[in-house]
């Protein structure tokens, strides 16, 4: 069983930057996806960011050229670089690991972007 808990999370201003973590335990193998989500407020929740075992990402529309995700394979953690951070970044961020045994979301970690 697979267990992530995010970090990073905080308080904002517009135009500034944060990075997030997602660090991994349990039974991980080696061949997995991570992804990104986040929950507005009153709204869905959005995919962000995804980055696969290669290290190939693709983003949401609304972040594109503003985020970047990575991974570190060797200690089993996922970051989300945000920068330019908007108003409307603002909502709980969730990572999600999965392959083809499992499907596992942490916690999720509050981003506010406000002046």
């Known amino acids: 069983q697979v267990q992530l808990v995010e970090s990073g999370g905080g308080l904002v201003q517009p135009g500034g930057s944060l990075r997030l973590s997602c660090a991994a335990s349990g039974s991980i193998s080696t061949h997995h996806v991570m992804e990104w989500h986040r929950q507005a407020p009153g709204k869905q929740r959005e995919f962000v960011a995804q980055?696969?075992?290669?290290?190939?990402?693709r983003y949401g529309d609304s972040v594109k050229g503003r985020f970047t995700a990575s991974r570190d394979n060797a200690s089993n953690t996922a970051y989300l670089r945000m920068n330019n951070l908007k108003p409307e970044d603002t909502g709980v961020y969730y990572c999600?690991?999965?392959?083809?045994?499992?499907?596992?979301w942490g916690q999720g970690t509050q981003v506010t972007v406000s002046s």
């Open positions: 999600r690991r999965y392959d083809v045994m499992s499907d596992t």
């Open positions: 980055i696969i075992t290669g290290g190939i990402t």
